[in-house]
């Protein structure tokens, strides 16, 4: 077949492909400009979380990230909700922006049958960044709505994978951005805003024609939508989803994040439990007899349940975990500060708290000076006024300003105090 003849026949397959009468640079550029608002918080309050899950103890994955580290820095312990908020913020917009993220691929989807599929040089450059932008996009997206539903059904570890496709995402957004920023401020500038939320379907009429591989459809279809019923679905969408996860973070509004995996609130008024005392192999029978011990200082101390009387104290605090939910409760317990004082640690640098739990991610959480020494950081026994139920870790749980739920540690059996690093 002779080239001229090739080119027709695409041209021909691509005009009758591709007509939505709606395409075009200023619906893309206003996409695009939706997610250059709120793609890159997404990015940076994932990045913050892996700050905060202390990679200096090695408790953040992957390790060894070479020239991908991040300035490390000691989380601090205020206010109470600064994990809950990069957290919150994290999950909760980066699920809002599916529907934008869905609508901006259906908006550029004819440039991906371009012919010829490469023009120039730039062009290549320019088609190339789009593997890590819209691949690392779907990568981060299909792996986080994974890992907060708890479905590991991929063969590797989340965090590494969801970590270093971040980077990904990121290098493919900065490329994407410094060959095309200057497209989407002419799209922009192309149609007015207020002009387009006035027109009616009736008077909906396509934008003007681009080249040369354009968006505008060649030959479009007549509307069956207007340009801002569009907008208002896509938008419709991003708010069905924001009502259906609020109720992950704000505890009256529980009852509506169906999307939460289920039973995860044990009862009326409870919080979510992440990991239940059967599935981490507690049993109740076996902590009657129940020990704390305190290491670190001149020789090991051995707490029973009274705690040897240290002064009670309480504390509304958060509990967040990167899984998606978050909520605050009222603790009550004792200080790790007193305990460390107890344990002949005047001034611990670090604290290795160890679950009765055997083995696994959860049984054991490197603590940071800080978040030892906080005055509402406590060693709690009792929630709401009541003793923690085995789920939430009874006898004894570490509960701390601003750490991640992760490293809130149920069924405490012995807390380790470094005097020095
Ligand atoms: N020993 C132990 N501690 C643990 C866990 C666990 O599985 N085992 N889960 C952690 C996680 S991931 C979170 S978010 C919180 C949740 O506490 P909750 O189940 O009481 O809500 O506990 C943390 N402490
Ligand atoms: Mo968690």
Redesign the pocket.
């Known amino acids: 077949m002779k080239l001229d003849e090739l080119n027709r026949l695409a041209a021909e397959r691509t005009r009758s492909m591709w007509r939505s009468p709606l395409r075009g640079p200023w619906l893309t550029s206003v996409l695009g400009a939706v997610l250059l608002a709120g793609l890159p918080l997404v990015a940076i309050t994932g990045l913050l979380d892996y700050v905060a899950y202390g990679p200096a103890f090695g408790q953040a994955f992957p390790l060894a990230v070479g020239p991908f580290h991040l300035p490390l820095f000691d989380w601090p312990t205020r206010p109470s909700w600064l994990f809950r908020l990069p957290q919150g913020l994290h999950v909760g917009l980066g699920l809002v922006l599916i529907p934008v993220v869905l609508a901006k691929l259906w908006s550029v989807v004819p440039r991906l049958f371009a012919w010829p599929p490469v023009r120039s040089v730039g062009h290549a450059v320019e088609r190339l960044t789009l593997v890590p932008l819209v691949g690392g996009a779907l990568f981060e997206i299909v792996t986080g709505v994974l890992n907060i539903q708890y479905d590991y059904v991929f063969g590797f570890d989340f965090y590494t994978a969801h970590y270093w496709g971040a980077w990904v995402f990121i290098f493919g957004l900065l490329a994407h951005l410094a060959v095309k920023l200057p497209a989407m401020v002419r799209g922009l500038r192309s149609r007015s805003l207020r002009a387009e939320l006035r027109t009616p379907l009736a008077r909906t009429r396509p934008e003007t024609p681009d080249s040369p591989d354009g968006l505008v459809a060649a030959a479009p279809t007549p509307p069956t939508m207007s340009r801002r019923g569009l907008l208002a679905l896509i938008g419709g969408g991003s708010l069905l989803v924001a009502g259906l996860t609020v109720g992950q973070t704000v505890d009256a509004l529980r009852p509506l994040a169906v999307l939460l995996p289920r039973g995860r609130v044990p009862a009326p008024g409870d919080?979510?439990?992440?990991?239940t005392a059967v599935?981490?192999g507690i049993i109740r029978a076996d902590l009657g007899n129940w020990r704390l011990t305190l290491t670190g200082g001149p020789s090991p101390v051995t707490l029973d349940a009274a705690l040897a009387g240290l002064p009670r104290h309480t504390a509304e605090l958060p509990?967040?975990?990167?899984?998606g939910w978050s909520?605050t409760q009222t603790w009550t317990g004792v200080r790790l500060a007193d305990l460390a004082a107890r344990a002949g640690v005047a001034a611990p640098v670090a604290a290795l708290v160890r679950?009765m739990?055997r083995g696994?991610p959860?049984?054991s959480a490197w603590l940071t000076a800080d978040q030892v020494l906080d005055p509402d950081a406590l060693l709690a026994t009792e929630v709401n006024g009541a003793p923690l139920t085995l789920?939430?870790?009874f006898p004894a749980?570490v509960i701390v300003p601003a750490l991640p739920?992760?490293?809130?540690?149920?069924?405490v059996g012995s807390i380790e105090f470094r005097a020095v690093a």
């Open positions: 919080f979510p439990v992440n990991r599935a981490a509990i967040a975990c990167v899984e909520s679950s739990e696994g959860f049984s789920d939430h870790g749980r739920g992760v490293h809130c540690t149920k069924w």
